[in-house]
């Protein structure tokens, strides 16, 4: 890894480097098998150690081999350096140990002296393995890869972070800059910008191209392809071009499967490498147009990536319903939906079941911990069903338009933590109801079409709840009438 | 006797391509459908959900669960609609600069042609600010509610074409359209209705024919079925007179029960598609004629849309593609004919029969937005208008002569659509033009980009929604498209 750093590597190293991930696991079968057929052996120690030479010696040869190909690919130098210097002299200690072992067993086994020490270096060849791949592992596939996945109690024990917190969406939150007239445009405004989009490919453990973008001098330095950045030349730039190549084209950064840089970031990223790339000057010292202007102007009101919102639950993990209480539900004609087919909320929807009413909807007890959406309009529902559901813990949407429901069923909904939609349409409820509404803690949007209540009612519940979107609906004339409105024929 | 063999060992060789051999690995579809045989009248409600037609997941978390698409056929003039261009009243009669011809065909523009103003008064509506003309005052009324795409292209010049790949993503005849598309992927909540009904209004199809909402190789249990709003919806759907429904019932349940065979013989999906549609056809019979008789819809439901029942309108349509959604078709596809403004004769003039035009489909395309919103379907319908692409801002001189009428030629580089509705972002304007309305300058948008966004709102992944057919992989979007996200909720 030292001998040919900067140069052009060879496909042919490469390729063989690329066969070093599935060699490698050949030694490490024979080792095992071997140590294996060592300790269920029931012959004398001599006669144990004799009879895994052949293995020994073979997982020596092919174990050096593997170390050879392993060499090959770290040439890629697209992995962390120091992960990679253990692993590279405790693979090499390995095929070294295992040959030892299998000259031992082969030429010493009758020896009394030296056949002592077999067993300790066949115990610390089973350490070196284990302790060999695991590294190897991480080179692969992340330091992470492994505890990824950990259940929680677990992660506690050995002090790692929940995984929300460790494998959260990242690279989407908003980057805001607060004092513009102090704000420093590579610290605040493009380094993040770099951190979100690019880190993930280019930092200390991992360098795709061989390049580092984590700090300015990597950045300046560029990667296996020579300089990504000519300061004052944006269309020469290897990191200016890629970004604006088409999204299908191969070499597009960032690749496909990533998220791409929005277009405001791109039109910062071309002025910065246009007025210099400047690594410490503030935002305020570079000249900018009314286009930059207006860019920066959301960046400080925060409004550059607004989160689109969505509500808490959808980002929890739970599990699937049983078949058999969705079956259930079906039987009633009920449409039983999951509303992605990434998680397992589901949605019940009364479009083919007019009829159904209290009793049959009993059966949605089974699924309660999964349903988000109910679409329950035009249904026989009545109270007693609100008071069923006021337990369920997930529910954001709720269509109850057409129904027979009173003020007392609305007064159950204030436990509905995530209730987000309510549509009231075609029902009985009146003023009274809308206090209860208003209880509701999460809602953002009610539907009272053809309801009781009066602009009076709504005006007050709107003053309780400033952000709330009610809709009345179709006032039922329309302000203008445009067929009064004259058209001339031309001549 | 060896021949005889070896013919019939071919024959069946033939019958069972690896495709069928394949796909019933898969999935079984036979023994799914026959599950679903005429679910009403079985008690086992259980296996009710797996014909073909069965309601779908999306496979991510889509805002919109149907579309209606509202496509003026015929292509609809920007400059005097939502793309407000004073420069070019400015330069109204002037012959158009030649750098803006150069290289450039049209359909029937020849040598240099005068540059056309705008012909219609124009105002900033709303908190948005959209431009929207005096041609379409209601549905100014609602700028707030709508989002515009002013940078669309396309690469056809003709209608057919056009509208083709509008629909299906291909100029060329075969691919399924986007309906079809999007009934697959999503299927029908509604087990007596189809996935995707087209409705057409303007007293013509569009010129691309039934192309426009065939199923292309999806199986053709995916294809739009066109109703009429005018006399029955739906053709030869009703018994016969002597034949009572018991009679249809019983010689249904036999011929799938035949079809069945055939499947099991042969293996053609083909066959399930055809099971299928029999047993649609038999629920519809009972609820086509129920969801689309709007006379029993309320009198304010009329003023508001301005529908009369019986007539063949727009309005008609539009009222019934409410009716549809509400009642769990995914996608509704609208075409109203007669909006090719060439200035040919009064009708195809930009300053009246344009207005003429708006006139039919202004109020009842805001009574939609209106009416979806009231009920609290708009949030989850995407509602689509626009054309198949833009008109010049230069006046039709055809075949080089000067037109009675004032009317603008077919153009690709620029025309504005509208979106509101589930998964939009309201009140945004995307997309420029220069200020002679000729071309994009930024926030370009294809057909592709647009139809990419339509799935993303759905819930799909462009890329990744596809169709195995003839040994590759098929999307909507072909290789194209991007998801317009700036418009995006």
Not at chain 1, 210 to 221: G, N, T, V
Not at chain 1, 445 to 471: C, E, R
Not at chain 2, 10 to 38: D, P, V
Request: include cysteine; glycine fraction near 8%.
């Amino acid at each position: 890894m030292i001998l040919l750093d900067a140069e052009v590597i060879p496909d042919w190293i490469l390729f063989f480097g690329h066969f070093h991930p599935m060699l490698v696991h050949l030694p490490i079968g024979m080792l095992l098998m071997g140590m294996i057929l060592y300790l269920f052996s029931q012959k004398e120690e001599a006669a144990r150690q004799k009879s895994i030479a052949p293995i020994l010696w073979s997982t020596g040869i092919v174990a050096l081999i593997s170390c050879a190909m392993g060499w090959c690919l770290s040439l890629a130098g697209e992995y962390d350096q120091d992960t990679l210097f253990l692993h590279q002299w405790l693979g090499i200690s390995l095929a070294l140990s295992s040959l030892a072992l299998a000259y031992m067993a082969q030429f010493w086994s009758q020896d009394s002296l030296m056949s002592r020490f077999f067993k300790p270096l066949l115990s610390l060849a089973f350490i070196l393995v284990m302790w060999t791949g695991h590294l190897g592992g991480n080179l692969t596939h992340g330091s992470e890869y492994l505890t990824s996945y950990l259940p929680q109690p677990w992660r506690g024990w050995l002090g790692i972070a929940p995984r929300e917190q460790t494998k959260g969406e990242k690279g989407v939150q908003p980057i805001r800059i607060n004092n513009l007239q102090e704000a420093l445009i590579y610290q605040d405004l493009i380094q993040p910008t770099l951190k979100q989009k690019c880190w993930s490919c280019h930092n200390a453990e991992k360098q795709k191209g061989k390049l580092r973008m984590d700090s300015p001098a990597y950045i300046m330095k560029g990667g296996a392809n020579g300089v990504i950045l000519i300061a004052g030349n944006p269309s020469e730039s290897d990191l200016i071009k890629r970004i604006l190549l088409d999204p299908s084209h191969e070499d597009h950064m960032p690749p496909k499967g990533k998220i791409n840089l929005t277009e405001d970031e791109i039109v910062l990223l071309q002025w910065w490498v246009k007025e210099g790339a400047h690594f410490n000057k503030k935002i305020a010292d570079i000249p900018y147009d009314t286009r930059i202007k207006s860019i920066l102007t959301k960046y400080t009101q925060g409004t550059n990536q607004q989160e689109v919102y969505i509500s808490p639950v959808f980002k929890e993990n739970i599990p699937a319903a049983a078949e058999a209480d969705i079956l259930k539900l079906r039987k009633h004609h009920l449409l039983v939906i999951a509303v992605s087919k990434e998680k397992s909320f589901l949605e019940v929807n009364a479009i083919n079941s007019k009829h159904v009413g209290d009793k049959e909807l009993q059966d949605l007890d089974g699924i309660k911990e999964q349903v988000v959406s109910l679409k329950m309009g035009g249904t026989k529902l009545t109270d007693e069903f609100l008071q069923q559901i006021s337990k369920y813990p997930r529910i954001i949407s709720l269509q109850i338009n057409h129904t027979n429901i009173s003020v007392q069923g609305l007064s159950y909904l204030s436990s509905l933590q995530h209730l987000e939609t309510l549509n009231l349409v075609g029902t009985s409820i009146g003023d009274e109801g809308l206090a209860e509404i208003a209880k509701i803690p999460a809602l953002r949007k009610i539907y009272l079409w053809q309801s009781k209540v009066t602009d009076q009612g709504i005006h007050l519940l709107q003053k309780k709840m400033p952000k709330l979107v009610i809709d009345q609906g179709w006032k039922g004339k329309w302000p203008l009438d445009t067929l009064q409105i004259s058209t001339k024929k031309p001549e | 006797m060896d021949k005889i063999i070896q013919e019939a060992i071919q024959r069946e060789a033939q019958l069972a391509t690896r495709r069928h051999f394949l796909s019933s690995l898969g999935t079984g579809l036979g023994s799914l459908a026959l599950g679903s045989f005429l679910t009403n009248c079985s008690s086992d409600a259980g296996t009710s959900f797996a014909s073909p037609l069965a309601a779908k997941s999306s496979p991510k978390l889509g805002k919109a669960k149907s579309v209606i698409f509202l496509h003026m056929a015929g292509a609809p003039s920007q400059l005097e609609l939502f793309d407000y261009k004073p420069s070019l009243a400015k330069f109204d009669g002037k012959e158009c600069p030649p750098e803006l011809l150069a290289g450039k065909k049209f359909a029937f523009i020849r040598g240099v042609p005068n540059l056309l103003g705008p012909k219609a008064h124009f105002e900033q509506r709303g908190q948005a600010g959209h431009w929207i003309s005096d041609y379409l005052p209601h549905l100014a009324s609602q700028a707030d509610r709508v989002s515009f795409l002013k940078g669309m292209h396309t690469d056809q010049f003709n209608h057919a074409p056009a509208q083709l790949l509008m629909h299906t993503g291909s100029a060329r005849l075969g691919r399924p359209s986007m309906g079809s598309w999007v009934s697959y992927g999503l299927g029908s909540e509604n087990q007596n209705l189809p996935g995707f009904v087209v409705l057409a209004s303007g007293g013509k199809n569009p010129d691309a024919g039934k192309s426009a909402w065939g199923s292309g190789f999806l199986p053709s249990i995916y294809q739009g079925v066109q109703c009429r709003s005018e006399g029955e919806p739906i053709l030869f759907i009703q018994n016969p007179s002597g034949v009572n429904s018991d009679i249809r019932k019983a010689s249904i349940e036999t011929i799938n029960q035949i079809n069945q065979e055939t499947y099991q013989e042969f293996g053609d999906p083909e066959t399930v598609a055809r099971i299928a549609q029999y047993e649609m056809a038999y629920k519809m019979q009972s609820s086509v004629p129920e969801v689309m008789d709007i006379k029993k819809e309320p009198a304010y439901i009329h003023e508001m849309y301005g529908t009369e029942p019986g007539k063949e309108s727009f309005a008609n349509n539009c009222l019934l593609a409410r009716k549809l959604v509400e009642q769990g078709v995914r996608f509704v596809q609208l075409f109203d004919w007669g909006w090719d403004t060439h200035g040919t004769g009064l009708d195809g003039s930009v300053d009246y029969g344009l207005h003429q035009k708006c006139r039919q489909i202004d109020k009842a395309s805001t009574a939609l937005l209106l009416d979806l919103e009231q009920r609290g379907l708009l949030d989850e319908t995407l509602v689509v208008w626009g054309g198949e692409f833009g008109r010049t801002p230069m006046q039709e001189n055809r075949e080089g002569k000067k037109l009675a009428y004032f009317g603008r030629d077919h153009h690709t580089e620029a025309f504005t659509m509208w979106l509101a509705g589930g998964g939009i972002k309201p009140g945004v304007s995307y997309g420029e033009t220069d200020d002679l309305g000729y071309s994009t300058i930024s926030g370009k948008t294809s057909v592709y980009d647009l139809q990419a966004t339509i799935l993303q709102c759905l819930g799909f992944n462009h890329e990744e929604f596809t169709y195995p057919f003839q040994g590759r992989n098929f999307r909507l979007t072909d290789v194209f498209g991007k998801v317009i996200d700036p418009i995006l909720a």
